[in-house]
């Protein structure tokens, strides 16, 4: 059985950083494209970013990209999210998410990812 848990959100005032952390059980996270989404209240599940298969492209929002990064650690199986310059509107629960190398949808879409988190709030302040 394959599970994701995130950590490392929390209150931060704007301007501040964070990182997320997901740790991954039961699958590596080689071989598959991991990502983070987030979500704010009473909006969609929005894409963050994405690192590939073989870990050595990601993807990143046109609102994130600049100021988070994804990247992963192969030998902790375990996915991060460095985010800096933090916004208010930075402000959601985010979710770690591992594809369904079966699935053709679009890498941005949530209909391409298959195990998901239980995601952790992030909050910022202004």
């Known amino acids: 059985q394959v599970q994701l848990e995130e950590s490392g959100g929390g209150l931060v005032q704007a301007g501040g950083s964070l990182r997320l952390s997901c740790a991954v059980t039961?699958?590596?996270?080689?071989?598959?494209?991991m990502a983070w989404f987030r979500q704010a209240p009473g909006k969609d599940r929005e894409f963050v970013a994405a690192?590939?298969?073989?870990?050595?492209?990601?993807s990143h929002s046109n609102s994130t990209r600049g100021r988070f990064t994804i990247s992963r650690d192969v030998d902790k199986n375990t996915v991060y999210l460095q985010m800096n310059s933090l916004k208010p509107e930075d402000t959601a629960v985010y979710f770690c998410?591992?594809?369904?190398?079966?699935?053709?949808?679009?890498?941005?879409?949530?209909?391409?990812?298959?195990?998901w988190g239980q995601g952790t709030q992030v909050t910022v302040s202004s």
């Open positions: 690192i590939h298969r073989s870990g050595g492209t990601t």
């Open positions: 039961g699958r590596a996270v080689t071989g598959y494209i």
């Open positions: 998410a591992q594809e369904n190398p079966y699935e053709s949808t679009s890498l941005y879409k949530t209909g391409r990812y298959e195990n």
